[in-house]
């Protein structure tokens, strides 16, 4: 399987403690010391019961929030803000409306100060094409529908060619279809060795995405969220959600989740 | 004893003034319903309603006033300055509050409007039940803004000379620029004091929960729940007692039952509005013959020909720097400190309270003292018209620009954060195309607020003395017909700054905003 044999985590998260100060000054626990890594090369899906906090788990691993109390490392080192090492595509797309679909993916080579514009045009492109939308690099967001601006988000978050992309609940706002076809594009430029991410994690609440995915799918409790179970999901790619393999480990999710 | 005694005098003024707002306040809301609501809900009256209105809003108020005075002397001599008082502040009042309830009902879910479609609701059930509460969001949003508004224009329109005429109507205005006259500081200073104290208790004691109050009126989802407000539970009390009253003195109220048919209601709108039109015609025609309005309407275009063509233009071109530079200053304080505010939430708690105080500060009511000031340094007197037009104007920008930063969806937010860009980066690509809107149409208030008080910022006759320029200026201009009691000049500079104004408008903000609009692609 893909990166099979390669143990080393790529980000690691230490006894993260994070909570909420409500306007009565009561205090919700989000975190109360969780850990957990993701590893050079796999798949992580994170399952969790709603508003348990997976949303600002990812937040937190993309540098974005941090914890009051642990440590999030990245590579090694500790992750003090967001990197282009990490890319992140949000639930929704935003897009600037304001911006062409290339003039959005060329906003994520912003801090690429060696390239040129017009190396940065090339790159953007590039991503473009292999979210399949050259035709469309001068349209405008409006001008798209969910699908294409989901997959210029993922075009975005690729372009600065991360070690790990972070997704929260990518595919939720899609219809069936569209969502089919992008999982199966995700799935094949992660499986894609010489094309970035190395990495992938992934929060959905949509178990059978998840299985479909993931090497590891780590399944959380309620709030303060503690880890219920890990999972590991040890089909051939392309998984076939038919199979009662498959089944099976949808039925063990649910049963940790549950 | 004698602060004492100042001090009530002070109230009393205050009282006097706020009874005047008060009046003008109801009728501007009055009329918002009665115009916002056929133009949110009948597409012809809309074609007609919202050019009318952009066009009024765009006359500076100060420069009708006299002739709105004229007209309401020639129908009551007596109480005539007290209605155009009224007449005038109801104008700085009534426009905000009426594009709002055009905005709140267009919100309306189209389900709600084919709900009481089918249930065939009469023109009395569909306004109680359904277009007057969604309407009153709109007009409770607008409530400070439109007191402010009208405090702008009270001190202007308590002392009234045209020519050898003078007026001064008992209230707050009057009082200040008597104190300022008279060199009487100390009272001056309290008569200021009490106008925030007034301005911070109404907003308190009534606006707020009014805007509270609306919460519930409105057709978006809302996080909490929202506490009961003492205007409800008076309200409720009062409704109790008129029941009860209603059951035992008459067997029921049968007026609001009337059923008018819908479909019959907007004959009958065009029918009310006709006979207004004929009374209001009648009664003024009575007083005033063909013979003197054709003589009005010479002098008019006489005084079209004295003026010219290129003077006005002078004036205008003169003024419009004026404006400008006051306006170009405003932005380059208000512009930072905006993002300041909208970036530092704490801040936003220690300053917005007294920046709204302040805002909502007439600003005319120290016109006066800066004129004084001014005069007496021997300081350069287009830096007190400077000043004047900056006290005016810059608040609203302030506002409009943290309106558009408010604005900003969480996510573009969170996008700039997760691509690590630096401040100066994300003003580019965020902030600045996501502002563009709000600040086009904070700048084009702006300019209008700043026409407005050019009347009184390029010449004004303060009592013991004047205050002039000598440099061209259309507000100088309408300021001199005013004192020489030249009606007909008056109308004509009017005409000239008003379709100035409009042309400006129509010309390039308008544009300007339909093409931020578009390139930020807010629907």
Sequence with gaps: MNGAGIKEPILELRDIVFGYKLRKGENIRIFDGLSLDVKYAEFVGIAGPSGCGKSTLIRIMAGLIKPEKGEVLFRGKPLKKPTPRIGIMFQNPALFPWYTVLENIMLALIHEKDLSEEDKIERARVFLDMVGLTAFESAYPAELSGGMKARVALARALVSQPDLLLMDEPFSNLDPLTAISLRREVESLWLNQSMPPSSVVMVSHDIEELVELSDRIIVLTKRPAKIAGIIEVDLDRPRQRRSPEFYKYVDEVYTLLS | ?523
Aim: aromatic fraction near 10%; include cysteine.
């Design chain 2, 1 to 523: 004893m004698a602060i004492l005694e100042e001090l009530l005098t002070i109230l009393a003024a205050v009282g006097m003034s706020w009874a005047r707002m008060t009046a003008a306040l109801i009728i501007s809301i009055i009329f918002s319903l009665c115009v916002g609501i056929p133009a949110a809900v009948d597409r012809v009256a809309e074609k007609i309603i919202i050019p009318v209105l952009d066009i009024l809003q765009s006359i500076p108020i100060l420069s009708f006033f006299p002739i709105a005075l004229y007209a309401f002397i020639i129908i009551h001599p007596v109480i005539g300055p007290e209605l155009a008082a009224i007449f005038l502040i109801f104008t700085s009042q009534a426009w905000n509050i009426t594009f709002g309830v055009y905005k709140s009902v267009r919100l309306i879910p189209p389900e709600l409007l084919e709900a009481s479609k089918a249930l065939d609701l009469s023109l009395w059930r569909r306004l109680s039940s359904l277009y007057i509460p969604a309407a009153f969001p709109g007009i409770a949003s607008n409530l400070p803004a439109s007191w402010a508004n009208g405090l702008y224009f009270l001190v202007a329109c308590e002392i009234i000379s045209i020519g050898e005429a003078r007026w001064s109507l008992p209230g707050i205005g009057t009082l200040s620029t008597s104190y300022i006259m008279a060199g009487r500081m100390i009272e001056f200073i309290m008569s200021l004091a009490a106008v925030v104290a007034a301005v911070i208790l109404t907003n308190l004691l009534v606006f707020i929960p009014l805007m509270r109050l609306s919460e519930r009126y409105k057709f978006e989802e809302r996080a909490a729940e929202i506490p009961r407000v003492w205007i409800e539970k008076v309200s409720g009390w009062l409704s109790r007692v008129a029941r009860r009253i209603s059951f035992s003195v008459s067997p029921r109220i049968t007026l609001f039952e009337l059923r008018i048919p819908w479909k019959a209601s907007r004959i009958l709108l065009i029918a009310v509005l006709m006979v207004m039109v004929a009374l209001l015609g009648h009664s003024i025609s009575g007083r005033v013959s063909a013979e003197v309005t054709l003589a009005w309407a010479q002098d008019v275009v006489e005084a079209f020909q004295r003026l010219g063509v290129v003077d006005p233009l002078v004036m205008i071109g003169f003024s419009l720097a004026r404006v400008s530079a006051a306006v170009a200053f405003g932005l380059l304080w208000t512009l930072p400190v905006a993002i300041l505010i909208y970036e530092k939430r704490t801040l936003e708690k220690i300053l917005i309270p007294p920046f709204q105080v302040i805002a909502s500060f007439p600003a005319t009511l120290i016109l006066p003292l800066i004129a004084k000031t001014v005069m007496d340094l021997g300081l350069p007197l287009e830096l007190g018209a400077f000043l004047m037009i900056l006290l005016g104007t810059q608040w609203y920008l302030l506002f409009f620009l943290l309106d558009g930063l408010r604005s900003i969806p969480y996510e573009e937010e969170e996008v700039c954060k997760a691509l690590a860009m630096t401040r100066l980066q994300k003003l580019r690509h965020l902030y600045l195309p996501r502002i563009l809107p709000s600040l086009i149409m904070g700048l084009i208030v702006c300019f209008g607020g700043g026409w407005n008080t050019l009347v009184i910022a390029e010449r004004a006759v303060l009592g013991g003395f004047t205050w002039d320029l000598r440099a061209p200026g259309i507000g100088r201009m309408l300021s001199i017909a005013v004192d020489e009691g030249d009606l007909a000049l008056l109308i004509a500079a009017t005409i000239w700054m008003a379709g100035f104004i409009v042309l400006l408008n129509r010309l390039l903000w308008r544009r300007l905003y339909e093409k931020a609009v578009r390139i930020v692609g807010v629907a």
